[in-house]
């Protein structure tokens, strides 16, 4: 027995457990939109082919799941807290104003909890990366459909970056998830095994950038800004913490006596001083919220109803804060466990990224560690302007689930090599040369 974690398999090793790409395929079912569709034609629930199709791979997956695989809830309490949300979700659309489309999500909130819990029953840390890497190349592959194909544009969307007809926030935010993975990768390279050469996660990484920024969506770039700053932050130690913050300085200067102007322009969006104030008349939305949230601050309105109660009261679908969205639509019980979700996940990653700064032989870890630390920054800041996070349903969301299914997978990474190295001691230690897709295990000085 060889020291050491796998961090990568063959494409036939990994295609035998075959759960990975579920995840993948439902987030595409979901936001990927082949039409523009007004949202009062979704909340009736009224239906067309694209409607059909989307309900056709999810109940494909869920008879799939059931008949083939039977999932079963992995006794973590990250995974507990993951069931306990989607299942009260899926619970109070029984109870929402808008029953037909409230009922759709909740079938879809319970499939999207049976192929979280056979992909955490069925991978190991390579096959998460496997998941991690499937993610960056579906978002490359949207790039390159949106460069081909521009769909028409209405209203603020004009001029826009996206694909197809996914709302240019949606692709603002995986574009933000997307650029936070890649730079993760491009950072941790040498110690991290993975598959392709540096080079060209820094080329994905340059092309992902240039594609957030022209979706001009503000809140996704500001929290992919801010994700990056704390993976450099805790991956430099503080002398080199010191040094970046010197010439993060001086450049920051540079840029503003330089172009400034051109970067307040962008920034701007057209905006007048009011909608600036406002965040774009977003604290309208969120005091009309709370309003909302007094009515009923046990339970809520149920899951999805914060989309057609503001379509009617103000002609926005959404609060557009994943917080207050839970607040509306699932009350005190529905942010005991979203909330509770969103702080385990934060704690446990936490804990994997001290274990991997004092432990020996995990150092392959640094790389889901930090890059688990920036995605969950990135979405949480995020989540102030957009209400996706909580949307049960989608990118965001399903970006959410797959972060806490990851750090329990990386968290079990751990517990095996730590558990190798009692067990055999003397295979902990370094072999000359580690097999391709195998993080070596460090000498006795540790990182």
């Given at each position: 027995?060889?020291?050491?974690?796998?961090?990568?398999?063959?494409?036939?090793?990994?295609a035998?457990?075959?759960?990975?790409?579920?995840?993948?395929?439902?987030?595409?079912?979901?936001?990927?939109?082949?039409?523009?569709?007004?949202?009062?034609?979704?909340?009736?629930?009224?239906?067309?082919?694209?409607?059909?199709?989307?309900?056709?791979?999810?109940?494909?997956?869920?008879?799939?799941?059931?008949?083939?695989?039977?999932?079963?809830?992995?006794?973590?309490?990250?995974?507990v807290?993951?069931?306990?949300?989607?299942?009260?979700?899926?619970?109070?659309?029984?109870?929402?104003?808008?029953?037909?489309?409230?009922?759709?999500?909740?079938?879809?909130?319970?499939?999207?909890?049976?192929?979280?819990?056979q992909?955490?029953?069925?991978?190991?840390?390579?096959?998460?990366?496997?998941?991690?890497?499937?993610?960056?190349?579906?978002?490359t592959?949207?790039?390159?459909?949106?460069?081909?194909?521009?769909?028409?544009?209405?209203?603020?969307?004009?001029?826009?970056?996206?694909?197809?007809?996914t709302?240019?926030?949606?692709?603002?935010?995986?574009?933000?998830?997307?650029?936070?993975?890649?730079?993760?990768?491009?950072?941790?390279?040498?110690?991290?095994?993975?598959?392709?050469?540096?080079?060209?996660?820094?080329?994905?990484?340059?092309?992902?950038?240039?594609?957030?920024?022209?979706?001009?969506?503000?809140?996704s770039?500001?929290?992919?800004?801010?994700?990056?700053?704390?993976?450099?932050?805790?991956?430099?130690?503080?002398?080199?913490?010191?040094?970046?913050?010197?010439?993060?300085?001086?450049?920051?200067?540079?840029?503003?006596?330089?172009?400034?102007?051109?970067?307040?322009?962008?920034?701007?969006?057209?905006?007048?001083?009011?909608?600036?104030?406002?965040?774009?008349?977003?604290?309208?939305?969120?005091?009309?919220?709370?309003?909302?949230?007094?009515?009923?601050?046990?339970?809520?309105?149920?899951?999805?109803?914060?989309?057609?109660?503001?379509?009617?009261?103000?002609?926005?679908?959404?609060?557009?804060?994943?917080?207050?969205?839970?607040?509306?639509?699932?009350g005190?019980?529905?942010?005991?466990?979203?909330?509770?979700?969103?702080?385990?996940?934060?704690?446990?990653?936490?804990?994997?990224?001290?274990?991997?700064?004092?432990?020996?032989?995990?150092?392959?870890?640094?790389?889901?560690?930090?890059?688990?630390?920036?995605?969950?920054?990135?979405?949480?800041?995020n989540?102030?302007?957009?209400?996706?996070?909580?949307?049960?349903?989608?990118?965001?969301?399903?970006?959410?689930?797959?972060?806490?299914?990851?750090?329990?997978?990386?968290?079990?990474?751990?517990?095996?090599?730590?558990t190798?190295?009692?067990?055999?001691?003397?295979?902990?230690?370094?072999?000359?040369?580690?097999?391709?897709?195998?993080?070596?295990?460090?000498?006795?000085?540790?990182?």
């Amino acid at each position: 027995m060889s020291s050491g974690i796998t961090t990568w398999r063959s494409r036939r090793e990994a295609a035998l457990r075959a759960s990975w790409w579920l995840p993948l395929l439902l987030l595409v079912a979901s936001d990927y939109k082949l039409r523009r569709r007004a949202s009062d034609q979704a909340i009736s629930g009224s239906a067309d082919p694209f409607i059909f199709l989307e309900l056709g791979v999810y109940l494909a997956v869920g008879c799939y799941l059931l008949v083939r695989l039977r999932p079963t809830l992995r006794n973590h309490a990250v995974m507990v807290w993951t069931a306990g949300y989607l299942l009260a979700a899926a619970v109070s659309t029984l109870y929402a104003p808008f029953p037909v489309f409230a009922l759709v999500r909740g079938v879809q909130l319970v499939i999207i909890l049976l192929a979280l819990l056979q992909f955490v029953h069925d991978a190991d840390l390579a096959v998460m990366r496997r998941l991690v890497h499937g993610y960056v190349v579906l978002t490359t592959a949207s790039i390159a459909i949106g460069l081909a194909y521009v769909a028409p544009q209405t209203g603020e969307q004009i001029g826009r970056f996206t694909w197809l007809f996914t709302h240019s926030v949606v692709a603002g935010a995986m574009l933000a998830a997307s650029v936070v993975i890649l730079f993760g990768m491009w950072l941790t390279h040498r110690t991290a095994g993975l598959p392709w050469a540096r080079w060209a996660y820094g080329v994905l990484l340059v092309v992902h950038v240039v594609a957030l920024m022209q979706t001009r969506t503000r809140g996704s770039i500001g929290s992919a800004v801010v994700a990056i700053v704390i993976i450099t932050l805790l991956w430099l130690d503080a002398k080199g913490a010191r040094d970046l913050f010197i010439a993060g300085s001086m450049l920051v200067t540079l840029i503003a006596l330089t172009a400034a102007g051109p970067i307040v322009t962008y920034l701007l969006r057209n905006s007048d001083f009011e909608q600036l104030v406002s965040l774009n008349r977003r604290t309208d939305l969120w005091a009309l919220a709370i309003e909302m949230f007094a009515e009923r601050p046990l339970i809520g309105f149920g899951f999805t109803s914060t989309r057609g109660l503001f379509l009617e009261r103000t002609s926005l679908g959404g609060a557009h804060n994943a917080y207050v969205n839970v607040l509306v639509d699932l009350g005190l019980v529905g942010l005991f466990w979203w909330g509770g979700l969103v702080a385990l996940t934060v704690v446990h990653i936490g804990r994997l990224r001290r274990r991997v700064r004092r432990e020996r032989g995990l150092e392959a870890l640094t790389f889901d560690a930090l890059t688990m630390t920036g995605l969950m920054a990135c979405m949480l800041i995020n989540a102030l302007t957009a209400e996706y996070l909580a949307g049960g349903v989608g990118a965001a969301a399903m970006l959410l689930y797959l972060v806490g299914a990851w750090v329990v997978i990386a968290g079990d990474a751990a517990d095996s090599v730590v558990t190798e190295r009692r067990l055999f001691p003397r295979a902990a230690r370094p072999p000359a040369t580690s097999p391709v897709g195998t993080a070596p295990a460090p000498g006795p000085s540790g990182r």
